[in-house]
């Protein structure tokens, strides 16, 4: 198991040791899914740990609380003081922090009055390390934007996630590629997706997936590296046969997708952009003058 109830995790103004850390089973979250969280990489650069885009993260989990009005007062540099000492106290410098905004005790059919907060992490590698992953469509579409808060982090949106990936999973895929209820593509499972063809990227534009901060980092280091990015509505008839493929993510950093419903893309993952990119995301994470140039 990579998370451990020896670390120490932060609650609710504590440290305390994960195993012994106690909550009420009358939280609204564990039975109603009223949780905003966030997922952050911390790298060792120099010898330190850095928070990859963590200011943005703790920002994202603050708009995702609102978003679902939970009454939480931390400010993004606290949560990052919280987030550095959370590392110290355990030891770890290159890590997966998850900072967690749940509800007090309450059984009604709305929002808590009290927010309760928990940071933890643990040690977690890239998820596929430089492996090719392969992908199907899958039959669970993103939820609809007129039906839940699709930008905002939310614990509940993830029983859709977990069922796009364990059916995908059952089928012998590595996740899904989800679906607009138009039939759009939207995003994987816990990952946006980009597409190559003819030397131009293609990802779902924002409305339906939650606008990720590596796809935005992507974005930014495309602009860098001139290569055009279209942000727009996808047909899978537009992804099938295309050069190639990856998905984007805090835990899966940049991964390449070998084919996508057993339609294999056309190029060779080391010639690829997704490729080119994949090399200049590991060193933008990883080095203090790329991160201070880009303002992360
Ligand atoms: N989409 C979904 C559904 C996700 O769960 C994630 C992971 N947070 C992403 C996209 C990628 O977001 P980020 O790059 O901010 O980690």
Redesign the pocket.
Known sequence: MYFSDDTIVYLNGDWVKAGEANTSVYSQSLHYGTSVFE?IRSYEVNGKARLFRGLDHMERLIFSSHAIGQPFKMKANELMQIAHELLQRNHMTEAYIRPLVFSAPMMSLSFSEEAYFMMCCWPWKKLLGDQLTTLAISPFSRPHPKSCKIEA?IGGHYVN?ILASTEAKARGYGDALQLDVEGHVA?C????FFFEKNGVLFTPSRGH??P????DTIIQLCKKLKIEVRQQRIYTHEVFGSDSAFL????AEVTGIKSLDDQPFKKEWSTTLGHHLQKAYESTTRSEEVWEKMHF
């Open positions: 997922g982090k996630s995003e499972s816990g990952a946006n997936i939650l990720g901060i590596t796809r984007v993510g805090t835990a």
